[in-house]
Every structure is written in C-alpha cells, then in structure tokens.
DNA sequence: GCGGACTGCTTACCT
DNA sequence: ACAGGTAAGCAGTCCGCG
C-alpha cells in the first residue's frame, strides 16, 4: 500500500481522542496533601492563574494546585500615583488594576525612594507583547517572569517538600541529619547573617525523592538522511519507545506495509505493540506517558514533542485534546514536567564543571559513551530502511540510554537539576533549559526582594560606573585577564604546585565585589582602592553578589564537602552530600564570568576587571614573596604556582603570607615527580608522585589530531611514565625518538587505515557563514554537502584526510580504504613533527637536528 | 609571477 | 547567551624582486 493511501484510509476512522487529564484535585475540599515537593510553576491564561506542581513521592504522581490568593502580576515606576494616572497608557488600560505607593532602596545610591506599584490583571499587560506596559513606560521589574515572580512573593522554595491543602502551603518540617547539624552548627558561630545560612542548610539539606519518571523517544520515516520537518509532520511516526523508572520497556512499533507479527519480537528484552493504525498509536503513545509524572527526552523540545503534536493534529485530534504545549523553544506537559536532557547536557557549565568536559559533541551517542560508557545501536542505513526488528532494537537503545543518563551514580542528573533549582529557585524545567547567568540571576532577584532594593535596569547600572578601565591583552576581549607567567623550559624534578581555592568566587566574597559595591556613591569608600585600578569598593554594605557567592561557597567548603567525607554517614547519605558540594562548585564557578556577560542583567565591567585585577595583583605579589622566600617559580597560571624542590617550612610561610595579605586560602594542589616545561605557556606534561601522567595542551591531546599520531604521542608519555630520576630520561629520549622514526617509517610506507589519518574538527557554524577563509574541514564539508549530497550541520563533527589533491582535502565519509593512495603523506609527516616538537622541546632532544642527522646517513645508502 | 613575512580566522585548549 | 589568555595551522594579502 502506498503511503498516501493509506493516509487517506485512516482519515475515515473513527475518532480516537485522548482520555480527558485527570482533574485537579483542588476541586475536592478535602485535598490534604503532606511531603509533596514543588517542582515547578507556570501561568495558565485560560484560569488567568498560576499554577504549581507538586510531587508526591508516595503516590508517584504530580498534583496541580491553582492559586487562590488572587495574586496579581505588577512592575513598578519611579513616577507618583497622580502622573501616572494622567498617562493614558494607565488611565485608558482596563488591565491596569491598582496603583499603590511603596518604599523601596535604590542599591545603586543607596538611599530610599517611593515607587508606585502598577498592578495588571494578567502577566501580558506588563510584558511580553508589542503593546505591553514595558515597551510602552519606564517600568522596573517588568521582565520577571510572573510565576518565578509568585514564586519570590509566596516565600515558596523548588526543591523541597510542603504540606499543601485547598487554601494552604506550608513548608513541611525537615528533619536534618545530627552529623549535618553538627558540622553546620560549627559554621554558623562565626557568620555575619546566620538566619540566611541557616534558611540555605535547611533547603539544601533536605532529602531528594526519587522521580518516577519515562524516558521517551520517537522514530520518524525519512527519504534521505535529514532530520523531518516538526512543523509539517508529513512522515508517518515508525517507532516510540519507553523506559521506566517502573521497569516499563516498551517499544511501539508502527506496521505500515501490514507485515508484522508480535512473534518477531519474541526474545527481545522489551514488550513491543504493533500498530496498524498510527492515530491510534499516538493515542497509546500519550496514554503511556501520561502515567509518568516527569517524561525524559533527549532533544524533545524541538524534536519530539513538536513533531508528536504536529503529527497528532495532522491525523485529526483537535488541540485542546493533547496535553502538550509547544512554546518558542520548549516544549511542555500539563500533567507534569518534560525534562530535555540536550539542553542540559549542552549547558556549558554542566559540560565543563559538572562532567569535566568528559564529552565534546552533545548528541545522545557521545554524551552516553562518555558518562555511561555505552554508545547507541549502530545502523548501516538510515531509519526508514532497517528492518522492523533493528528498529525497535534502535529506538529502544535510544530510550534506554536517555534514561540511564538520569539514573546513572544513583540518579545524579535528577539530583543536580533539583539541587541547582534550589540554589535558583527556578523550576525544574527552566533549570534544565537555561544557562548559568538566569540560574544566578533569579536568585539575585530574589536576593533583592528580601531586602526591598529596587531592581535597577541595565541601563543604571551602565551609567553608574565608568567605561571599563583595563585594557585586554586579547585582540576582541573586553578587559584584561589572568596572568600566565612564562615557563621555564626544561625538566624539573620534585616540583609543588600551589593554587588559590577558587581564586576568582574567593575575591568576590572577600573584596566585597558586586556591580552596587563596586564604585559606590559614598565618600568615604572612595580611598579603598582595587590595586592597579582607579575604582573602589563600598565599606559600608554587603554586595549582593559578594553575599550570595560568600554564602555558597562557605558552605560547599566548610560543610558540604566535609559532609561528602564523613564516615559517620551512610554511604548514601555521603554520596548525596557530594552531589550537593558539586552543585554548588558549578554556581562558584560561574560566579565571575557572568559580571563580564552581556546577557547578564546585572553585567558590570568594573565588576569584572575588579575580579581579575585583583587576581593579578595577589598572584604577583605572591610570586615576589616567594622570591623572598628563596622559592624558585618555574611556572604559573591564573591562580597557581609551581615551585621547584621547594622546602617544607617555606611553603608554610607562604600560605601564611596568603591569608595574612590577602585573607585567600593558598593550598597544595598537586605534587610531579617531574614535569616538563617548553617556552610554551599552557603547554606541558609531567608525572604526579602516584604515577598519573598529567599533560596539558600539547596537540598530541588535542581532539583533531590524527589516531596514528596521537598513539604514537601517548606510547611516548608511557615511556616517560617510567622515568624516575635525570639519569633514566637518556634511555626514555631514545626510546622516545624511536617511537617518532617508526611512525615516521609507517606514514611514508603508507602503512595505515584511514581511520589512523583522519583529522576530525567541528564545523563552528553553517557553511555560508564561513565569509572570510575556508578552513580544511570547511572544504571538506562542502563536498560532503555538494557532492554527496549530504546536509551539514554546525556543531557536527566533520573527518576528513589531507591529500595530494587540488582542493587538498577530502571527507572520509562514505570514502573506501583506496583514498589512503592519495593520501599526502609529507603533510601528515609535517604534523608528526611538530606534535612531537613539542614532547621533545620539553625533554631537550633537537627535533630538527635529529631529523637532518637521519636525512644525511640516508642519502649515504 | 613567486615566495616569504605577516595578519586574521578558526579551533581547541588552560585556568 | 559565564570570562580572558595561549598555541597552532591554514587562508589570504602584501611586498619585494630588474
């Protein structure tokens, strides 16, 4: 049968529509509900309301509770009751419901002013629309977003549990751990605002349920290989797959040709149903997920949902019937929260200080065989191909994987999400889709609430303070930077290295940094000077940033950490501590950067270079002192120092020194067997006294380089593994040259797989924007999209070979073993080369000499 | 018309 | 939509050279 009629068929069916969502429970008076977790907030605009969403861990199910408190969205002016009823903008606005007088603090002068309070009748007559109040007056506080704004006003908190009736929300009582207590109690004896601490140990201590939740993952027919359109949803859905937290493993399989048998699945480790009729498949599709309060995707904001929705209304289910709601660039279920592992995943801070940078692409397949060390069914042709029996195999992986991202080291993901809407108060939804500056940033809101400062607009705080002072070193950067002292070349044994505990957050708490602090408007603040710049920091308030970075920070060091450590706890208890610390490293870690961030809404340049000015001044003064000390400094960066056989008592007075001048923590991070140094600045390896090798931004690592090469580079840090004392290094520099001659040997014999050849870059952006030069892989992926005719995307990772050819590239997809014959071999000689310039640099062995010595004794035979 | 010096673009890395 | 600093390769341009 073919496709479209088959289509056609269908239409006459009768209609199928989802089962109607369960109705809320605030309808019944009794609704009673105890340890339920508010995991999120959103506005309905058919109830004008907010609603919450609570998660019971007992009955595994989300209840909706609407507001009844009539809460109202509202934005402020800086203009009186009377001015503003003179505007027509307010006077003529039937949803402008209230103007009332309220005193507020300007942080930026600090001093008190009266504001009027513009209350709306619904969130759009504030913002968000052409003819909204925001684009129309000069308001503050109109972007908040309304339910976070309700959040802040109710005193309601993400992420841990209420008892919650018809008219009611109460905080349940918490129970917290003696040994927690304990350690807690300790720390909140010498701090300036113990309620704070003590209102953040009680939120970020409480227990974590487990989410029951459904992994879920759509197939789609395609003609070639390119993603199908979500909007016209013109392809019929082939597969669906489910993996519970329940156990459920499920595959639906959509029979288009009428061929199939359940016995062809028989001995899978899956159940599968088949379905002849893909309406009523997406009716099953919706019945499974809406027994699960959380759904997991992997890219199912702009892929799966979307296309599930389109497809449905396609086949003839009205709207109003399916449950899901597409936003610009999300998509949502009302009857619980839609968790897309991509976004996550992609967040750079996750990324990088979460999971240490462990995957480069962010795709299901690298993102899994990074972390779960299990990569996706491999296919030979695209989806519409395969057979029945591997595309279930497929799609169930794919399910399988995205749920074993949340679940892996016992549900870290879900427990990271959680704490971080914690720390944010965002929902848990808005965690997972947006980056690190908005989960700062809300609680900065917050932060300003609690002490009724006036949120200033961007524009304040650009005029308050002077254009940024320093000037970057970097060509295209807005300000100076750290500072990276020049390596002494060569190999040094017995070598400490010393850095500053989290240098840059250190700075922000100690120095009182923030974008109100900095360049204050008070006098007599103005003689304590950033050294190295002309502005100042306030002495007479606490910086909001300086308090909420302070906070986080002592408590990942004083009490989590040490928690994560203690042997009283179960290991359970210990594991959880751990995730909590690690959610807090990864706010600290941001901290900084987003005063430098444009997207930032409290972005401040003087801020910023406070930051790193201040950074350089300790580092150099720092490096002095050790002069002093008779240290010898062979290297350093940002905030570390390397110190040559330096003698124990030494080190001591100079992590006094620290404190003492600039009350930092300097500490011992690391100590090398030897490492070694080439005049290169971020560019070395050495061995740590437990045998790791340790090496940092040599090519040999880098991503790109060629396998061939890359094996030959790490056989030779193998060799310089053993190495133990300067006598041995003679016999590893042999043995090192001998490992460069024999790949050399391999690459002129042609000995080798194109695999071994092929340089692998990621395309930054779409073909046609590559204006100005066209790099290797650039070249490269514009004969795969031109002449086989395959569709590039950016963030994709393009292979490809250096060859004798004209363009001097081609890609290896698609690409039999007979290209090695046009490989160009003196081109990847040049890139042995000076892979192995930099190892050898390190170690003292003149490449070039070696290499000409060799030449000459050749050209003899 | 050609080659070396130079600059700018791009990617990947370090803290 | 967190930052700046560094290395390296290649593409493209400029300049000198009878």
Same mark, same amino acid.
């Given at each position: 049968m073919s496709l479209e009629s088959w289509l056609k068929e269908t239409e006459v069916e009768e209609e199928i529509t989802f089962e109607e969502v369960e109705e809320t429970t605030t309808t019944e008076e009794k609704l009673r509900l105890k340890g339920v977790y508010l995991v999120s907030a959103d506005y309905d605009p058919d109830r004008s309301k907010v609603v919450l969403k609570f998660y019971d861990p007992k009955t595994e199910k989300i209840f909706l509770w609407y507001d009844c408190f009539n809460h109202k969205p509202y934005c402020y002016s800086k203009e009186d009751v009377e001015a503003l009823k003179r505007k027509p903008e307010i006077s003529q606005n039937e949803r402008i419901v209230g103007l009332d007088r309220e005193e507020r603090l300007d942080p930026i002068t600090d001093r008190k002013i009266s504001v009027t309070k513009i209350v709306a009748a619904d969130p759009l007559a504030i913002g968000g629309t052409r003819v909204s109040l925001r684009e129309k007056l000069r308001v503050w506080e109109a972007d908040i977003k309304y339910y976070l704004n309700y959040l802040i006003d109710m005193d309601l908190q993400i992420g841990i549990p209420y008892d919650v009736t018809k008219n009611k929300i109460t905080e349940s009582k918490l129970e917290m751990d003696p040994v927690a207590t304990e350690i807690a109690e300790k720390v909140l004896k010498d701090v300036e605002n113990k309620e704070e601490y003590e209102k953040w140990l009680k939120i970020l201590s409480a227990e974590i349920p487990v989410f029951k939740r459904v992994a879920f993952d759509l197939e789609v027919f395609t003609e070639e290989e390119i993603i199908p359109s979500t909007s016209k949803a013109d392809q019929p859905i082939l597969a669906a797959s489910f993996y519970g937290s329940d156990g459920l493993k499920k595959v639906l399989i959509h029979d288009i040709e009428g061929k199939l048998t359940e016995d062809m699945f028989k001995d899978k480790e899956y159940e599968v149903e088949i379905f002849r009729n893909e309406k009523s498949m997406i009716a099953r599709i919706m019945e499974i997920l809406e027994q699960y309060p959380f759904v997991i995707t992997f890219n199912g904001d702009n892929f799966d949902f979307p296309y599930l929705y389109h497809r449905a209304i396609r086949l003839g289910f009205r709207k109003e019937d399916i449950p899901i709601k597409l936003g610009r660039n999300d998509a949502r279920i009302i009857w619980g929260i839609h968790i897309d592992l991509y976004k996550f995943f992609f967040n750079k801070s996750v990324k990088s200080y979460a999971f240490k940078n462990r995957y480069d692409i962010v795709s299901l397949e690298e993102v899994s065989e990074a972390l779960l060390g299990e990569g996706k069914v491999k296919l030979e042709e695209i989806v519409s191909k395969v057979s029945p029996s591997l595309l279930a195999d497929?799609?169930?992986?794919?399910?399988?994987?995205?749920?074993?991202?949340?679940?892996? &080291?016992? !549900?870290?993901?879900?427990?990271?999400?959680?704490?971080?809407?914690?720390?944010?108060?965002?929902?848990?939804?808005?965690? /997972?889709?947006?980056?690190?500056?908005?989960?700062?940033? &809300?609680?900065?809101?917050?932060?300003?609430?609690?002490?009724? @400062?006036?949120?200033?607009?961007?524009?304040?705080?650009?005029? %308050?303070?002077?254009?940024?002072?320093?000037?970057?070193?970097?060509?295209?950067?807005?300000?100076?930077?750290?500072?990276?002292?020049? +390596?002494?070349?060569?190999?040094?044994? &017995?070598?400490?290295?010393?850095?500053?505990?989290?240098?840059?957050?250190?700075?922000?708490?100690?120095? &009182?940094?923030?974008?109100?602090?900095?360049? /204050?408007?008070?006098?007599? /603040?103005?003689?304590?000077?950033?050294?190295?710049?002309?502005?100042?920091? /306030?002495? $007479?308030?606490?910086?909001?940033?300086?308090?909420?970075?302070?906070?986080? $920070?002592?408590?990942?060091?004083?009490?989590?950490?040490?928690?994560?450590?203690?042997?009283?706890?179960?290991?359970?208890?210990?594991?959880?501590y751990d995730v909590v610390q690690g959610a807090l490293k990864v706010i600290i870690n941001a901290s900084y950067g987003v005063f430098g961030s444009e997207a930032f809404p409290f972005y401040y340049l003087p801020a910023a270079e406070s930051v790193t000015m201040t950074g350089r001044n300790v580092i150099t003064k720092t490096i002095e002192y050790c002069r002093k000390l008779g240290l010898d400094v062979i290297y350093g960066d940002t905030d570390s120092l390397?110190?040559?056989? +330096?003698?124990?008592?030494?080190? !001591?007075?100079?992590?006094?020194?620290?404190?003492?001048?600039?009350?930092?923590?300097?500490?011992? !991070?690391?100590?090398? $067997?030897?490492?070694?140094?080439?005049v290169r600045k971020k560019n070395y390896f050495g061995v740590l006294t437990n045998g790791q090798i340790d090496v940092k931004g040599l090519v040999g690592k880098k991503r790109n380089t060629p396998k061939l090469i890359k094996d030959a580079f790490f056989k030779s840090l193998e060799v310089l593994r053993e190495v133990y004392t300067p006598e041995e290094f003679e016999k590893a520099k042999e043995q090192v040259k001998k490992i460069y001659f024999d790949t050399e040997e391999r690459l002129k014999k042609r000995e080798f797989t194109l695999d071994?050849?092929?340089?692998?870059?990621?395309?930054?952006?779409?073909?046609?924007?590559?204006?100005?030069?066209?790099?290797?892989?650039? %070249?490269?992926?514009?004969?795969?999209?031109?002449?086989?005719?395959?569709?590039?995307?950016?963030?994709?990772?393009?292979? @490809?070979?250096?060859?004798?050819?004209?363009?001097?590239? %081609?890609?290896?997809?698609?690409?039999?073993?007979?290209?090695?014959?046009?490989?160009?071999?003196?081109? @990847?000689?040049?890139?042995?080369?000076?892979?192995?310039?930099?190892?050898? !640099?390190?170690?003292?062995?003149?490449?070039? $000499?070696?290499?000409?010595?060799?030449?000459?004794?050749?050209?003899?035979?």
């Open positions: 497929y799609s169930f992986t794919d399910g399988k994987l995205t749920y074993e991202l949340t679940s892996f &080291n016992n !549900d870290l993901v879900m427990k990271l999400i959680t704490i971080i809407a914690r720390i944010s108060n965002m929902t848990l939804e808005d965690v /997972c889709r947006l980056a690190v500056s908005n989960w700062i940033k &809300n609680r900065l809101i917050q932060m300003h609430r609690e002490k009724r @400062y006036l949120i200033p607009l961007k524009d304040e705080i650009k005029a %308050k303070g002077a254009e940024r002072f320093t000037e970057p070193i970097t060509k295209g950067k807005k300000y100076i930077g750290a500072v990276v002292v020049q +390596p002494k070349p060569g190999v040094f044994f &017995n070598v400490v290295v010393m850095d500053f505990a989290s240098l840059y957050p250190s700075i922000i708490k100690e120095y &009182n940094i923030s974008y109100e602090t900095v360049r /204050c408007l008070h006098p007599e /603040c103005k003689d304590n000077i950033i050294p190295g710049t002309p502005h100042w920091v /306030c002495k $007479r308030k606490r910086g909001l940033m300086s308090e909420f970075v302070g906070i986080i $920070r002592d408590l990942r060091v004083r009490v989590f950490k040490k928690l994560a450590k203690d042997q009283r706890l179960s290991k359970n208890l210990r594991e959880f390397f110190l040559h056989n +330096p003698p124990e008592n030494k080190l !001591d007075e100079l992590v006094k020194f620290a404190k003492r001048e600039f009350k930092l923590d300097l500490e011992v !991070d690391k100590v090398y $067997r030897y490492v070694a140094f080439s071994e050849v092929a340089i692998s870059v990621v395309l930054g952006k779409r073909l046609e924007d590559y204006t100005s030069t066209t790099p290797e892989h650039v %070249k490269a992926a514009k004969l795969l999209q031109t002449v086989m005719n395959r569709e590039v995307k950016p963030g994709e990772v393009i292979r @490809y070979v250096k060859t004798r050819g004209r363009l001097g590239v %081609k890609p290896i997809e698609g690409a039999s073993e007979k290209l090695i014959r046009e490989i160009d071999v003196k081109r @990847y000689i040049e890139l042995l080369k000076s892979t192995f310039e930099q190892l050898m !640099d390190a170690i003292g062995i003149d490449l070039e $000499r070696e290499v000409r010595g060799v030449n000459r004794l050749e050209s003899f035979m």
